[in-house]
């Protein structure tokens, strides 16, 4: 081993590590040693480090010179408790605090203490300061004796020890730290510089103060406290408090002394005032930013402030009060946080000043906002004037926000409890989403720290639509006790197919308030409506702002007077280039900015006046408003101005570089802007965000951006180093997560194994597993156990793609929906269906043909023909199992809608024979079909969403929802960027890979077992741990009961790992904010560097601590008055200069969740508007460049936009094609409807209209994104797309009016949905809704250029609405609002069509008119089509007609179509094969030579059927089939007749019909014929048994030689009541009370427990007791019984005949059946000692026969000594459980010793895994079958040698030995005595016949054997297979066989023709003739 350089220690005191090796790390490290090394043997030195391990030789440290002797001193200074919370250098690992209390004292490793000493020079120092130190762990673990592993009962349950990696540690010289403190690098900079751990300044901060280098120390320091990276600082914050408060206490105490030491600070004044300032300004935000000894800070405190007085430093007196003043602040809230807070909400009720500071009010929701009674104190958004200040400002801004997220989620929350209280339905509650059965599962590693996966019960929300479900950012409350206590998340991760599923991944705001019994438990979840991102970041930035915000004379008191930019001012202002915006380049571009006189004249810019106006003002003033009617040009404005301020950057960049902020509401009117800025050539352009839909905004988007710069080394290196370092700290602890999420993941989706659950078992439970397997058994035991997957058997003899098909086929057999009524009736063309949606249409179809048949069957004319009845039965039934054939299914179907689909499947040209439903639904073997199938099984298989799902883009589609302003989340934390193109494509590769069929099936398979575990353990119930102790018997539980045991057993599991986890979450969440600020660093380093950001308001906030430190002076919003104001206001920074707002208040304003908000509060007023309203001066956009005039003058009403003018182009827009009048309004009185359970409205005759118009438009030549249909309601919005689908309309936008602000289309088609009648209208409601709304009519009317057509009840609409009426009256007086649209022919300009409704554009199915086309086709014919407007000159149109072309020699026409290319000739001829000779019909151009001729073979077989394989099989092999397949009916050896192959051998095939044979027991045979041997050996009776038990029960098994114990509940109760609670033939649970029997006349008292005899003797005197019943009558029954009337209960009193009682007879009433008996005959009764075997030994009443179980006083004795004598004789039947054990045990040998007999070890574990000690019947089954399996295994020896073995399978009337033992081993555990005679029957035949056989043979080889013989062998063959074979017929033939073998022998030696033969053949003969 290599020995370590020598280290300088230098000639002064100071003390210094000793660098040591260690043999198994190879990297310089530098470690502290524990102090043990004193000194070795005879060596001297001072050292800190481990102690000498006893194993270890001393020669691990060396030391090259110098040693001497002397005393040296070591410790390690600090223990595990000094080190500072939350460093990354704190391990929350128990081992840690042990190893560190070990090493806190001195060593004594040897007898002598010494010093090292070394002579090295400072060279060698400055090398590689360090060596090399092993892991401490390590090291500590082998002290500890070597062992690592935790001591846990299981291999799994065992905690992995984490190594800590050795990492580089470099000591930081004085020029290094002096260097530093000069720096002028950005403290955010200097401070992830510092915090490496490889810099050493953190060892520098651990160690005692250098007075020659702590001035530098806390120079540095005091720069890096002004950082915002809070992680980093609060790490570096904890050191120095736990570390340096004090040691500086102590040097400024020396400090005011005048310490030579400290020379340097005190001798020059300045230098000692920066000191302590740069000291005050560190203390200052340890108060701030963690929880500090305050004792420290206080020390330190005074010690500041008598230097100041030592020293006369007056300038410090400030800073040093305003540190104590917060430090007496910090004392103060420390003690208000440990008293209780008092609710001041109860005293709100009348104040006008807010009760509490906003600032207190926590974002997320509190408990008491849940259950508040009254109204929250809110005050409404001032429109109109100045606000008091800006608190009160945000104060209203901050808390209508909250109130607007809040509402909806407490009246949600109400009303679930009222709910839960009356039992109502939680379906009905509008403001919440809810899930049930919610848990925890697992946690997860991502971005934002720790986040958990979610799983709830999915099986409620088959039907729900996903789309706008738990999306990204929603707020989720968890509960388990009805709301009383709430635990947030919000929504991180979400796939649609993982939703279906159940599963999410979400973030806990709250997780370390989760305790490990809730983490485990199960929840409700409710999610709120409101869209929680878009609150959660404003309400923060809100409480942020502190005092001041830019721009507050304007928002907050109204000042009108505006001021130029501040950097516009000084100098007389600077000159703008106005190059790029002028149309024609001037001599001088440059303009003074603020001298508008002089800038170029508006036509120079190629702006109207308006134009130019707004963008002076938005240059030259700070804070400018645009107002932009539509179609005015707003973004055209707003590029223009950010053109402007980009060419003249040099202006307002200044230092800081910060770019122009560009701000949108929505991620689309975003794209759009920065396109438009792309468009002009300004490319430096950043958007933040990740919903960018844009293709050409794509590349600017930031992540995008920074992976380009980290590809081009375009990041700073200590960015990088830092980064790296963080992403080593994540992936250690997310190792360690995997690995346990892992397990947990695990134990969803797999039976977990036997080692696994086996500590959370009880020791009988393990007793049963462990009892019962061997060792290579036990850990899949449970599979078994559970019996999970007995259903996933391979299908042996199919191909790959027949078990695809399959699988396919079962899929929609059993898992697809059905289509619904509504699906259905979109569907018109069945071909045109995915996959997914055929298989639902077919489920649908086969829904009415099930309820069509079983109505058939219930009639009584079917009832009364039972051929038809089991017909249609017979259908029914394979229904479930096949695909219906298409006549079938034609037949029993009645819908027109149906018979009309299935029509179209009849007419299907199929191009091969066989079912046309199955091909149609794929169900085939095609490579085609079969990639089909797999991708939907991929896309769906095991999915529980809804239904409709499948037709998504058939009936929905999600892209313009109401669009989500969400942010991206940038690339996982462990992504490498130089890889990162690598694992893209891999990636990519990876999902374009096409799976094999065989690797398809097996993941299919896994999937399969996955949902099938997932499944069972969602259906069992968890048990309690008691319960879950008292299951024993495992092997004899109910298999419900088993997986409830299982689960529990699984969610012990999951509990444990889920603790195990929580040490990991918390280190990972501090190093994920660690990462975080790093990588914020990145982001701000390369915002700096672009021009031009762009985000959304949502982004703005939610990135407002970057904003803040780029300070952006410019920023421009467009759609500002569609904003809410505290969204404009957050987006705000310290350094903003200048303020652009650009919108329209008059269009769509900002939307609010609480519509009550909006109108009590103001909450709906925009920023934008109430400047506007308070006379901020706005320049307004008066030229429009959109509309037609037609279109426009709609907006020039006086609410709108009056003085709008139209710019001159719009006047020469062509007229729209195909309609007289490009704007109209279509009115209609057809009605509403509204959707169930929703606020959304739909018109089903509007969506038909608008659906058929567009059609008709897109006929006229127009593409289709030029025409978009828009509506206000997206219930209108999904109709409308239903009747459009994407296979015809793709192109055209669908979407709402909200959705589509700020765009435009050529023609736009609206849909207004409201409509009713007047009269029907309630009183006090809008009928129109927000239809009404003057901005919504703004938007609605503003969209279109060319072609304007509405459709709604504008007789409705002219009621409810002035603004509606005043434009319906402009419309009627130009005759443009009618009933219908008039359609005019392009082609037939006379032709018109008045369209009414959507049955009116049937007169023109192509565009034009109803008349044929009837042109001229450049092929001759004519055009087939109806009048079409479009292809005039016919250039695209394909002639359907039969082409006439002669194409071959044989004259034969074409039989294609005309525009096809003719080709070869297709015309069917017949020509003769000459092969074979057969004739067919082939196409002409077919050569006969080549063809393959698919008629059948007419072979004659041997058998004289015909071949059945194909003519070209047979030619092409040259053979025919070997075996006949015809079916045929053949007898059995039975006598039963059965239907197989010609081929097939009757002798070995089954017969399948009933047996039917009447048993000894004369219950019916319930085996079949085959299984019973052809009537040899039956399978068993399944009839109950009978027989009375002991305990005196009937045994409900079925017949059997032994009964089985009574399983039944007992029933014997004590004299306290206790029912036991054990099954009959188990000993009672002992009662725990004592007997206390006693009687007052006698005075005895029983002092035994309940349980035992009782010693005290009955008494018998009478009770005499008066009675209740009010009669007078006295008790007559025996003392201290229960009391009962003899003369009320007159007629249960049982006398025999004869009997005579007087007034001293004492009864007894049995408390069973309430017999009422003379007490001394029931005495003698119940006394007899006598078992009567036909009523067991339990004792009944005499008279009616009725047990008796329940307590008897007088009696007790007698009843305990009957039930323990049950359960003797139970015991006595079945041995005890020791007993069964060692019978378990001895049979156990038994079999195994039969497998040296043959016996195959799969036979001898089917046998041992059912020996279980509570498995009754199979241990005296295996008992008596254990010698028949020995007897046949003889055989099978004994009939090795011969040809028996194979011989005895074809030999009628003898049972093949190998399907016996079969039936043996796996036979039933009840068999009776005739089984078993039976049983030994067939063996004695089978063993005669093997024997005659082998004689046989004997006979055939020698040869020379008489006939006499071999005829006596035959004889007796026949005798062996009859039926009857009784002992007298075994015993003749055992006789025959020992004297015919003894003739063979004797016969051998003298030959056969003596007289003794002769006579014995005789005497054989004679006695065989005698048993026949």
Known sequence: ?????????????????????????????????????????????????????????????????????????????????????????????????????????????????????????????????????????????????????????????????????????????????????????????????????????????????????????????????????????????????????????????????????????????????????????????????????????????????????????????????????????????????????????????????????????????????????????????????????????????????????????????????????????VRKIKELKLYQSVKIMYPVCSRQGINYVLQFDVSNLRHCNWTRRLIHGSLLCLSNDNFDTVWYATVTDRDELQLKDGNLTVHFENANELSDSQRNAEFVMAETSAFFEAYRFILEGLQEIEDHIPFERYLVNCETSVKPPRYLLGDGGPYFDFTNLLHEKLDTPTFPVLNTRQWPKPAELGLDQSQYTALQRAITKELAIIQGPPGTGKTFVGLKIAQLLLDNQAVWKGKRCAPILIVCYTNHALDQFLQGLIEIGKTNIIRIGGRCKNESVEPYVLRNVKHRRIEHGQMHHHLNENERECKADLKDCEQEIEKINSRIKKSETRILQYEAVKSFMTEEQQDAFESSHTEDELQNCLTKWLNVYESQQTEIGLSHEERIKKIWQEYILKQVEPMTDTERQYVDDIFSLELLQRAALYKAWILEFESNVRRLIETDQVQQDPKINDELIDILSQAEISILKLDQLNTYVSRSNTKKQLKKLLKMKLKHEGNCLSQWLCVTTSKKSISKIKKVLEDNVYRYGDSSAAYKNFITDGDDMEEERELDEEDPYLLDASNLKMKIKKAEANRSHEKQDGEWIQIWNEKTRSHLIRTMLRKSTVLTAQKAEKMTHLWGLPLQMRRNLYAYWVESYRTYWKEKVQQYEMKFNEATKKLQEVRDMETIETLRDSDIMGMTTTGAAKYRNILQRICPQIIIVEEAAEVLESHIVTTLNKSCQHLILIGDHKQLRPSTTVYALAKKFNMDISLFERMVRNGIPCVTLNEQHRMRPDISMLL??????PGLRNH???????????????????????????????????????????????????????????????????????????????????????????????????IILLSLVRSRSIENIPQKRNPIGFVGIENRICVSLSRAKRGFYVIGNFKLLEECSDMWACMIHKMRQKGLVKEGLELRCQNHRDTVIFAKSAADFRYVPEGGCNLSCNAELSCGHFCPKSCHPTDRDHQTILCMKPCEKIICSEQHQCTKHCYQDCGQCETLVEKEIPMCGHKTLMSCHNDPFKWECKQKCDFELPCKH???????????????????????????????????????????????????????????????????FGGRIHQGCSASCGKILPCGHQCTFPCSEFCLPCTKPCEFTCSHGTECKRKCYEKCEPCIYDCHFSCDRHKIKCTLGCNELCEVQPCSSVCGKELECNEGHKCRGICREKCFCIECQKEKVRIDQGE???????????????????????????????????????????????????????????????????????????????????????????????????????????????????????????????????????????????????????????????????????????????????????????????????????????????????????????????????????????????????LLKEGQLSGFNNVSYRQQIGEIKSLLDETL
């Open 1 to 425: 081993m290599a020995t370590n350089e020598e280290t300088d220690l230098g000639s002064d005191d100071k003390q210094y590590p000793l660098m040591i090796i260690h043999e198994n790390v190879d990297r310089p490290v530098e470690q502290r040693e524990p102090a043990s090394y004193r000194g070795l043997a005879n060596q001297r030195g001072r050292s800190r480090g481990f102690p000498v391990p006893a194993d270890q030789d001393e020669s691990i440290v060396r030391v090259n010179s110098g040693l001497g002797r002397g005393r040296g001193r070591v410790r390690e200074r600090g223990s595990y408790r000094e080190r500072p919370r939350g460093s990354r250098y704190q391990s929350s690992d128990r081992r840690y605090e042990e190893f560190d209390k070990s090493i806190g004292h001195r060593g004594n490793a040897s007898r002598h203490r010494g010093r090292f000493q070394t002579t090295c020079n400072a060279s060698m120092r400055e090398r590689k300061h360090d060596k090399v130190l092993y892991d401490r762990r390590a090291h500590f673990w082998e002290r500890q004796g070597g062992n690592r592993t935790n001591d846990s009962a299981t291999n799994e349950v065992n905690t992995s020890v984490h190594k800590i990696t050795p990492t580089r540690v470099k000591k930081l010289s004085e020029s290094n730290l002096i260097t530093l403190s000069k720096s002028k690098e950005e403290p955010d900079e200097l401070l992830l510089k510092v915090d490496k751990l490889s810099t050493g300044f953190i060892d520098i901060l651990r160690k005692p103060l250098d007075p020659h280098l702590v001035y530098y120390v806390v120079r540095i320091l005091s720069i890096i406290v002004h950082s915002t990276q809070t992680a980093h600082l609060r790490d570096i914050m904890r050191e120095v408090e736990s570390h340096m408060l004090n040691n500086l206490s102590v040097l400024l105490h020396d400090l005011s002394m005048k310490d030579q030491n400290l020379s340097n600070l005190w001798e020059v004044q300045s230098n000692t005032e920066k000191f302590l300032l740069n000291i005050i300004e560190i203390l200052k935000v340890i108060l701030t930013i963690i929880s500090p000894s305050l004792g420290k800070c206080s020390a330190l405190l005074s010690a500041a402030r008598k230097v100041k007085e030592e020293l006369n430093l007056d300038s410090i007196e400030a800073a040093l009060e305003d540190v104590e003043t917060l430090l007496k602040t910090v004392k103060t809230n420390k003690e208000l946080k440990e008293k209780k807070q008092v609710d001041v909400r109860s005293s709100t009720k009348t104040q006008t000043e807010p009760p509490n500071s906003f600032r207190e009010i926590p974002v997320f929701p509190e408990l008491k906002d849940l259950q508040l009674d009254e109204k929250p104190f809110l005050r409404a958004n001032k429109v109109q004037g100045k606000y008091d200040n800006l608190e009160t400002y945000l104060d209203i801004q901050y808390r209508l926000l909250r109130e607007d997220y809040m509402q909806p989620l407490r009246k949600g929350i109400s009303e679930y409890r009222e709910c839960m209280k009356s039992g109502g339905s």
């Open 1196 to 1201: 020039t009403h006086e609410n709108l936009y």
């Open 1208 to 1306: 001159p182009s719009v006047y020469d827009y062509d007229n729209v094609k195909g309609v007289d009048i490009n704007v109209q309004f279509i009115t209609h009185e057809e009605e509403e409807t509204s959707l169930f359970e929703s606020t959304t409205y739909t018109n089903p005759h509007e969506a038909k209209f608008v659906a058929k118009l567009c059609r008709y438009l897109l006929n006229q030549g127009y593409r289709r994104d030029e025409i978009s249909v828009i509506t206000p309601y997206m219930g209108q919005v999904l109709l409308i797309r239903n009747e459009m689908p994407k296979s015809d309309f793709e192109g055209v936008r669908i979407t709402a009016v909200d959705n589509f602000q700020g765009e435009e289309n050529e």
């Open 1506 to 1572: 015909a071949c059945n394989r194909q003519c070209s099989e047979c030619t092409k092999d040259k053979h025919h089939e070997t075996s006949c397949k015809f079916e045929i009916v053949k007898i059995l050896e039975c006598g039963h007749e059965k239907s197989m192959m010609c081929h097939e051998d009757p002798k070995i095939v089954d017969c399948e019909e009933m047996c039917e044979s009447t048993l000894d027991c004369k219950h019916k045979c319930s085996g079949r014929c085959g299984k019973c």
């Open 1700 to 1942: 005579v009682f007087d007034k001293n007879t004492v009864f007894i009433q049995l408390p069973n059946c309430f017999c009422i008996l003379e007490a001394g005959k029931f005495g003698r009764h119940i006394r007899k000692d006598i078992l009567e075997r036909q009523r067991g030994f339990c004792k009944r009443c005499p008279y009616c026969n009725k047990p008796i179980t329940k307590h008897i006083r007088s009696f007790t004795n007698v009843l305990k000594e009957t039930r323990n004598k049950v359960v003797k004789e139970f015991e006595r039947l079945t041995g005890t459980i020791q007993e069964r054990r060692i019978r378990i045990a001895t049979l156990s040998k038994e079999f195994k010793l039969l497998e040296r007999k043959g016996l195959s070890k799969k036979d001898t574990d089917i046998v041992l895994r059912q020996l279980l000690p509570y498995n009754f019947g199979f241990l005296h089954y295996a008992d008596t079958m254990k010698g028949r399996i020995r007897e046949l295994l003889e055989i099978l020896i004994f009939m090795k040698g011969s040809s028996a073995s194979v011989a005895v399978q074809y030999v009628e009337g003898v049972v093949d030995p190998l399907k016996l033992k079969d039936m043996l081993l796996r036979g039933k555990r009840f068999t009776t005595t005739q089984f078993w005679r039976e049983v030994d029957q067939e063996l004695q035949r089978l063993r005669l016949w093997a024997h005659f056989h082998v004689l046989n043979e004997r006979t055939e080889t020698l040869g020379k054997v008489p006939e006499e013989i071999d005829d006596i062998i035959t004889q007796v063959f026949q005798l062996i297979s009859r039926r009857e074979f009784n002992q007298s017929i075994k015993t003749t033939l055992s006789t025959i066989y020992k004297r015919t073998n003894a």
